[in-house]
């Protein structure tokens, strides 16, 4: 189920001519456009539909055209400039994240071949040895953009927020950056054409079912389920998705590093927001799931299905799919608090990559050097001894002294501020001359008849009030 | 391979460059402009403002440590990065490398973890 000849390698790219370059760089570009007006309108209205609402159904066939009613609007507006800002820096702090999510487009899988005006191409605008860390250097060059525009407002919330999201994505930078080792010690190359290509028709299984030999899937979700679970968890901190917005906390921040931004620049900070959700959708396909390749019940009977233009749509599937789920996490889960979102960061994510990282290297060699039975066991028991000396050494949780309530406010140096008696039951206030009357269940019946005794009820309650 | 296929990197961020520029220029030209000097104060959410002086007031250090701990750990990544690519090739010796270099940055990181580097509050 190989279609290799159709494969883009490495050296297919850097030989268009340049009106197919301006042509490619311009399709992508209204692909990231198009994709942030129907991921804002799918967003909506998931959301809206998950919550019992009709969601956008005003503004065009099913509410589509709401996005761009909402960007024209915001473009009218008037673009205020704080009095304390650092003038420079805030005008031009929102273009950088937007920028550099869209750049992130340009090393984005596709499809294979094919031919477009007479001239064979990858449907990709390109592809270079180090295209992931193009991907990972455009995501953490958008970082400043944020930073800047919450430190150039000169007030209190952006700077927080800005600072908090620096703090966030740089956190869950190195958590997604350890979970896509695994991606390339298996692929052998960072060149997003080239993991699609490695993760091409899974092989026969050597083990079988009542005679049936299973297809080994080939998709590194399956595979390397470990790195996918951490990536796509990276995923929604790297692009402040719930339930990992904590910049834009409501509740605390405002809205975080955009409280001062109005008009265009507003709309760019959320622009770059959904272009970055959508490059982390179609990386996630890209490496995880097959990119632009059929899912398997489809090239089973379809041989067809990898090849043309075809590819295009499951690639957008499975973007569209992905999307989804961001939507969903955020319907369904609340937001963390900011401690318990870098412990997850930096205690959970960052040693259980390591550690499979290792697990996997170690499998993989001792699968390849073909070790005597004898070395294999000596290999495992060493492994299984290190594990346990450092679980034996590994500092214990020192228990935390028990002190009652009572002990802890005796405890408190005199001249502390006053503390209300814990069995406190507060009267009614001697301002408060309203007595509120007794409810009495209201006695509705068919006839209407109830409706007096609810007008008596009130009158009884406004003479108590007097 | 040559340095061509990293033309259409730049020429999309040209193009996103000229994008975003021409829209927040746009927006000044098309929207509306009427003073008001409450508008231009800091927000926050009604209350006299206490704004930020410029270039940032005072903020937790929490944050510079984490940016150090970054530091540290994408450094460890990009050490990464190049044996996992030729992890196929390198073999056993190759592994044992990096077995020692992911220990040496383990004993940094439970170094960290006993002082508290990692925790937030």
């Not at chain 1, 950056?177 to 692929?187: C, D, E, K, Q, R």
């Not at chain 1, 008009?263 to 770059?272: A, D, G, N, Q």
């Not at chain 1, 996630?284 to 990119?291: E, H, K, Q, R, V």
């Not at chain 1, 228990?399 to 005199?414: F, G, Y």
Request: hydrophobic share 55%; with cysteine.
């Amino acid at each position: 189920m190989r279609f290799l000849t159709q494969d883009p390698t490495l050296a297919d790219f850097g030989h268009d001519p340049w009106w197919l370059i301006l042509l490619k760089i311009v399709v992508a570009f209204i692909f990231g456009m198009s994709m942030i007006l129907l991921g804002v309108w799918f967003e909506r209205r998931v959301v809206a539909r998950m919550a019992v609402r009709p969601g956008l159904n005003q503004v065009g066939p099913f509410g589509l055209l709401q996005t761009l009613a909402d960007g024209i609007k915001g473009i009218l507006k008037e673009d205020l400039l704080p009095r304390t800002a650092d003038k420079v820096v805030f005008f031009f702090a929102p273009t950088v994240p937007a920028i550099f999510a869209l750049t992130a487009l340009s090393v984005i899988p596709f499809g294979p071949m094919v031919s477009i005006f007479g001239v064979q191409t990858p449907l990709q605008v390109t592809d270079v040895p180090v295209a992931v860390l193009v991907v990972l250097a455009c995501s953490a060059m958008g970082i400043y953009g944020i930073v800047l525009g919450g430190w150039a407002s000169g007030s209190t919330y952006p700077l927080l927020g800005g600072l908090r999201s620096s703090a966030q994505m740089i956190s869950y930078e190195v958590a997604m950056g350890l979970s896509i080792v695994a991606v390339f010690m298996t692929a052998g190359t960072m060149s997003t054409s080239g993991i699609v290509a490695a993760q091409a028709g899974g092989s026969e299984a050597s083990w079988s079912i009542f005679g049936w030999h299973p297809t080994v899937p080939s998709w590194y979700a399956i595979l390397l389920i470990p790195s996918f679970l951490i990536f796509v968890v990276s995923a929604f901190g790297e692009t402040n998705r719930a339930p990992f917005d904590l910049p834009e906390a409501e509740t605390e921040l405002v809205a975080g590093y955009m409280t001062e931004y109005s008009s265009i620049k507003f709309l760019l900070y959320l622009l770059s927001e959904y272009v970055a959700m959508v490059v982390m959708s179609s990386i996630i396909a890209t490496m995880f799931l097959g990119g632009w390749r059929a899912p398997w019940p489809i090239t089973a009977f379809w041989s067809g299905a990898n090849s043309g233009w075809w590819p295009l749509l499951w690639f957008l599937a499975k973007v569209v799919l992905l999307l989804f789920i961001f939507v969903w996490v955020r319907a369904t889960l609340p937001r963390l608090r900011y401690d318990q979102f870098m412990k997850l960061g930096w205690k959970v994510l960052l040693p259980v990559n390591l550690i499979w990282i290792l697990l996997l290297g170690g499998l993989r060699v001792m699968q390849d050097e073909q070790f005597s039975g004898r070395n294999r066991w000596l290999i495992i028991g060493g492994a299984v001894v290190a594990v346990l000396l450092v679980a034996l050494l590994w500092p214990a949780r020192k228990a935390e002294p028990k002190t009652t309530l009572e002990e802890q406010m005796s405890a408190r140096p005199s001249g502390s501020f006053p503390l209300p008696p814990l069995d406190l039951q507060v009267p009614p206030s001697p301002r408060a001359k309203r007595v509120v009357a007794e409810r009495r269940p209201a006695n509705v019946t068919a006839s209407g008849a109830g409706s007096g005794q609810v007008a008596d009820a009130d009158t009884d309650a406004d003479e108590k009030e007097v | 391979m040559s340095l061509s296929a990293y033309v259409p990197i730049l020429a999309l961020f040209a193009l996103a460059t000229a994008f975003t520029l021409f829209s927040v220029g746009i927006s000044q030209i098309v929207g509306p402009k009427r003073y008001n000097r409450a508008k231009l104060e800091a927000y926050e959410c009604g209350i006299e403002p206490s704004p930020e002086p410029v270039g940032g007031g005072r903020f937790p250090v929490k944050f510079y440590l984490t940016a150090m701990l970054f530091i540290i750990f994408d450094i460890e990544i990009i050490f990464l990065y190049p044996w996992a690519v030729t992890f196929a090739d390198l073999g056993l010796f190759g592994f044992v490398e990096m077995l020692l270099f992911i220990g040496t940055v383990f004993i940094a990181y439970a170094y960290v973890w006993r002082r508290g580097g990692l925790d937030w509050d």
